[in-house]
């Protein structure tokens, strides 16, 4: 059974910087993708970016570009979003997802088939 579990949000100043993990467990395939996303209240549910199996290729929406950086630990089977220059923006419930190869590179949630449960990030002027 697939399962992703998210921690690590909080509350932090805008500015600040936070790191999430994704623990992972029955994604035993090989080339898997995951991803994470984030849902603000009132909001469709937005893409923040995605790695490959391999952990060398990323992909992130622009609005995040240039501040999170994903990455995995295979040995952990942990995947991280590490978020830095947090702006008020970013306040969102963050979910951590996974599909198959096809998924990398698309913005798409429906191209994902497992889902965590959501961590929440609230980032304060």
């Known amino acids: 059974q697939v399962q992703l579990v998210e921690s690590g949000g909080g509350l932090v100043q805008a500015g600040g910087s936070l790191r999430l993990s994704c623990a992972t467990s029955?994604?035993?395939?090989?080339?898997?993708?995951q991803g994470w996303f984030r849902q603000a209240p009132g909001k469709e549910r937005e893409f923040v970016g995605c790695?490959?199996?391999?952990?060398?290729?990323?992909y992130y929406a622009n609005a995040v570009k240039g501040r999170f950086t994903i990455s995995r630990d295979k040995a952990k089977n942990t995947m991280y979003l590490q978020m830095n220059s947090l702006k008020p923006e970013d306040t969102a419930m963050y979910y951590c997802?996974?599909?198959?190869?096809?998924?990398?590179?698309?913005?798409?949630?429906?191209?994902?088939?497992?889902w965590g449960q959501g961590t929440q990030v609230t980032v304060s002027s």
């Open positions: 997802a996974a599909g198959d190869p096809a998924a990398w590179g698309s913005r798409s949630s429906a191209r994902y088939d497992y």
């Open positions: 790695i490959n199996w391999s952990g060398f290729s990323t």
């Open positions: 029955g994604l035993t395939f090989n080339g898997y993708t």
